[in-house]
Antibody, heavy 120, light 107 residues
Framework: QVQLEESGPGLVKPSETLSLTCTVS????????WSWIRQPPGKGLEWIGY???????NYNPSLKSRLTISVDTSKNEFSLKLSSVTAADTAVYYC??????????????WGQGTLVTVSS | DIQMTQSPSSLSASIGDRVTITCRAS??????LAWFQHKPGKAPKSLIY???TLQSGVPSKFSGSGFGTDFTLTISSLQPEDFATYYC?????????FGQGTKVEIK
């Protein structure tokens, strides 16, 4: 059973780069899309973007200018980098697998999430 | 972006109640809709995709319906483990967007 776990610093200073890694266990990262989603405190979920194991990406336009998602198949992990962060980027960040099923794209499973706070 | 609006934002219900949550899209999304259950500190769990297809392992007390702009998630008989926040999500067009969530609490 595939499991995902987010890791990275819990505190990032304003204007710096937020970096997170999602480690995939119990299955291969190959042949799937992998996604990042976030949830600011007290707010709803926001889709950040996804990457295919081969490296092709699709980003939310609202974050595209600051965002890089990459994949390392040798380590079975993928990563997120968000530059020039502000307090508005404070959120719980989740990673998830994207399953392609007939007529659907399904975020399943998800990691438990990691809180990243942007503050000096 | 497609806006997803859930109602109600919260509800109180008793064990055994039938609960219905509504999700409305700002434009037609065919049946490209998923529902998730989220409990505090846990990973969100996929319940339904393609508006009405139950994810493997999800009990049949959960059901989904709808097409176009209006969708519903129904829990036929609420159990203690069902108290959580539920989200809808459209994947018809990018960027994917979520509803604001419906918190189901114990009455």
């Amino acid at each position: 059973q595939v499991q995902l776990e987010e890791s990275g610093p819990g505190l990032v200073k304003p204007s710096e780069t937020l970096s997170l890694t999602c480690t995939v266990s119990g299955g291969s990262i190959s042949s799937y899309y992998w996604s990042w989603i976030r949830q600011p405190p007290g707010k709803g979920l926001e889709w950040i973007g996804y990457i295919y194991y081969s490296g092709s990406t699709n980003y939310n336009p609202s974050l595209k200018s600051r965002l890089t998602i990459s994949v390392d198949t040798s380590k079975n992990e993928f990563s997120l980098k968000l530059s020039s962060v502000t307090a508005a980027d404070t959120a719980v960040y989740y990673c998830a697998r994207v399953r392609v099923v007939p007529a659907a794209l399904l975020l399943d499973p998800w990691g438990q999430g990691t809180l990243v706070t942007v503050s000096s | 972006d497609i806006q997803m609006t859930q109602s109600p934002s919260s509800l109180s219900a008793s064990i055994g109640d039938r609960v219905t949550i509504t999700c409305r899209a700002s434009q037609g999304i065919s049946s490209s809709l998923a529902w998730f259950q989220h409990k505090p500190g846990k990973a969100p769990k996929s319940l339904i995709y393609a508006a009405s297809t139950l994810q493997s392992g999800v009990p049949s007390k959960f059901s989904g319906s709808g097409f176009g702009t209006d969708f519903t998630l129904t829990i036929s008989s609420l159990q203690p483990e069902d108290f959580a926040t539920y989200y809808c999500q459209q994947y018809n067009s990018y960027p994917w967007t979520f509803g604001q969530g419906t918190k189901v609490e114990i009455k």
